[in-house]
């Protein structure tokens, strides 16, 4: 993996906005292999979890999406970004949970904040089928910002609100994209969330991160 380093005003930046895009995240084999692994998932293996609403929140994906919780491989791509976020946040991380959802034509992600395991986000595309001009975009507040392959956008998921509207694509293509999350660990009102109350890295759900049905009138299901 490539040296990733970040300016004065890169830090500032995401300070200032609450968010920060980055470009050419991992090493191009890298980004292969998260492809062909989520293909044999979503498409071969068709073992995920189906759900309306993401996690325990209102952070919400409409239609229903297909999603992996701590899966083997996107813990450890979380992981692997730990460090860099560290640097980027000035902040000493400790990671929570990642998911990876497969994203479809009509997909809308509605406005919404994150639950408190995601005070540290990170939003990045593992891979598409989708041509460039139809690259979904998201929203972090007013700002739109294009998240193509091997692009990251790394934010602060409980104070940013952000959004994508309704995915315009071909019929029978897809995204690949990863969540991960982290809590600063010197936060005392989050650091109990580490590891998403889970016992480890690649655990499934406990009864706090249970998938819930969505209820638009009730934001902390």
């Known amino acids: 993996m490539r040296k990733i380093n970040f300016t004065k005003e890169d830090k500032q930046s995401f300070i200032d906005k609450k968010y920060f895009k980055l470009d050419d995240v991992f090493d191009q084999d890298i980004i292969d292999i998260a492809k062909i692994h989520y293909s044999l998932k979503f498409f071969n293996l068709e073992d995920y979890k189906m759900t309306v609403a993401s996690l325990g929140n209102a952070d919400s994906v409409l239609p229903a999406s297909a999603f992996y919780y701590g899966d083997t491989f996107s813990e450890s791509l979380m992981m692997k970004l730990l460090p860099i976020y560290s640097r980027l ?99 005392p009102e989050v650091n109990q969330f580490y590891l998403d109350k889970r016992p480890h890295l690649g655990h499934p759900y406990t009864k706090w991160n249970r998938p819930v049905v969505f209820d638009n009138n009730n934001d902390d299901n």
């Not at 139809?134 to 193509?148: L, V």
């Not at 998921?157 to 309704?166: K, N, T, V």
């Open 89 to 187: 946040s000035r902040k000493e991380l400790l990671p929570t949970y990642s998911v990876v959802r497969l994203y479809q034509p009509g997909h809308i992600l509605i406005p919404h904040k994150d639950r408190v395991s995601c005070q540290y986000s990170v939003t990045m595309c593992l891979g598409m089928n989708i041509p460039e001009e139809h690259a979904w975009y998201i929203k972090m507040d007013e700002d739109s910002i294009q998240t193509g392959t091997n692009q990251a956008v790394f934010y602060k998921g409980c104070e940013l609100e952000h959004s994508r509207e309704a995915l315009q694509a071909p019929e029978d293509t897809w995204i690949f994209q990863a969540h991960f999350h982290y809590i600063d660990r010197n936060d």
